[in-house]
């Protein structure tokens, strides 16, 4: 018999509400309370319908369900019974489990996993456990927020087979050090939306977003007034869930480890740069040192899509 440790997730299956901002929603997943991490979750789920978020923090298994799913470890360690495990396999931080419709699964030892319900289930080739520090199969694919030649950037689940070996359309996750991302968003008609599960800051670590994405990419609408509060600075610690809708225009600065995750997965030619329109604006009012609006050097004379 399986002993199901089981956190209690809000089902919500409505549509967004009238009026509902495209903003970064950050939890700490250690320290919030349920209610807070169940706005979250619900957030996201209108957002995304036929999908389902739950912070799990002492999950022991999961009894068989319909829909696929993949949980990704933030906290813990244990062995692994499930379909394809046939000798105890030790998973944790950073490890994802992905199990599909009619399986079980069960761990040794409590853990604490974001789990993602989806309506499509991965093919064959991809695994029960992905391990991206243990697998061969998955090496440092610099790219995405991780651009530098030596960046750490392991691809666990990838919409393109040259970037990883396991591809699915439906999520994607890559878990990469976020030194200095250049500034970008995700469209709302043919993008994603995009978590970081953070795992590990170095001091000072934070994450620049805005709400204002269709202003920044009009600079001749922004007016000098408007500067000071175009972009917000968070900091981020472990823990930290970050949830980016679709729009919402982000750069990762200052060493932060995490799991990056998009639903649905990285779809070639959505991710927007808007460094060049950032400096378009300091440029405008001619802004400089601290009062400039920061940028990513590299894309700020050139359009960035990848």
Request: charged share 20%; net charge negative; aromatic share 6%.
């Amino acid at each position: 018999m399986l002993l199901v440790g089981l956190a209690a997730c809000a089902v919500d299956g409505g549509r967004m509400r009238a009026g509902e901002r495209d903003e970064m929603i950050r939890v700490n997943l250690t320290t919030a309370s349920a209610p807070e991490i169940a706005a979250l979750e619900r957030a996201f789920e209108r957002r995304n319908p036929g999908h389902g978020l739950c912070w799990r923090p002492a999950l022991t298994a999961l009894p068989p369900a319909a829909n696929a799913r993949v949980l990704l470890v933030q906290s813990g360690s244990a062995a692994v019974a499930g379909r394809e495990v046939e000798a105890e396999r030790e998973i944790g931080v950073g490890d994802a489990v992905v199990v599909r419709p009619g399986e079980a699964i069960a761990f040794s030892a409590p853990i604490g996993a974001l789990e993602f319900t989806l309506p499509e289930a991965p093919a064959a080739a991809v695994p029960q456990l992905i391990r991206p520090d243990q697998d061969p199969r998955i090496t440092d694919t610099p790219g995405g927020c991780a651009t530098d030649v030596g960046a750490y950037r392991r691809v666990l689940l990838t919409w393109l087979g040259e970037n990883g070996p396991y591809t699915f359309h439906d999520l994607n996750v890559h878990r990469v050090r976020i030194d200095d991302s250049f500034t970008h968003y995700h469209p709302k008609d043919g993008g994603f939306d995009e978590f970081y599960l953070v795992q590990a800051v170095r001091p000072g670590a934070r994450i620049l977003t805005s709400s204002r994405t269709a202003e920044i990419v009009q600079p001749e609408s922004i007016a000098r007034d408007d500067v000071a509060d175009l972009l917000q600075s968070t900091e981020l610690a472990v823990g930290d869930l970050v949830y980016l809708p679709r729009g919402v225009a982000h750069r990762g600065l200052g060493g932060v480890l995490a799991q990056v995750i998009t639903v649905p997965g990285f779809v070639p030619g959505a991710e927007i740069g808007l460094d060049h329109h950032l400096q378009a604006i300091n440029e405008r009012f001619g802004l400089g040192g601290a009062d400039a609006l920061p940028l990513h050097a590299a894309g700020a004379h050139r359009a960035i899509v990848r």
